[in-house]
């Protein structure tokens, strides 16, 4: 069962590492002092830090905003990525 396509409208902003914003978010998958997971209409990301706390969250207009000590921000590979495995398990 599909809903409707998702936008592709997403955009990560870093002011200082000390506060994100990020546009497109689906869901958030977990979050603790160390680390956000979360689903945005173009993949997975995860921000890793100290002190993370979600200071905002509207998933009606695909918003977040994260502060703390950022320290990493990493996109996960799209599990859509063609080759026989991809399409496999896809």
């Keep these: 069962m599909q809903g409707a396509q998702p936008s592709s409208n997403h955009s990560l902003t870093l002011e200082g590492r000390s ?12 979050f603790n002092e160390q680390i956000v997971v979360l689903r945005t209409s173009l993949g ?3 921000l890793t830090g100290e002190g993370l ?22 996109y996960a590979q799209s599990r859509k990525s063609g080759g026989f ?3 496999l398990f896809g």
């Design 53 to 74: 706390n979600i200071s905002k969250l509207n998933l009606d207009d695909g918003k977040l905003i994260v502060e703390g000590e950022i320290t990493a921000v990493e």
């Design 85 to 87: 495995f991809g399409k």
């Design 44 to 46: 997975a990301l995860t």
């Design 19 to 30: 506060v994100a914003t990020v546009t497109g978010v689906e869901d958030v998958d977990c």
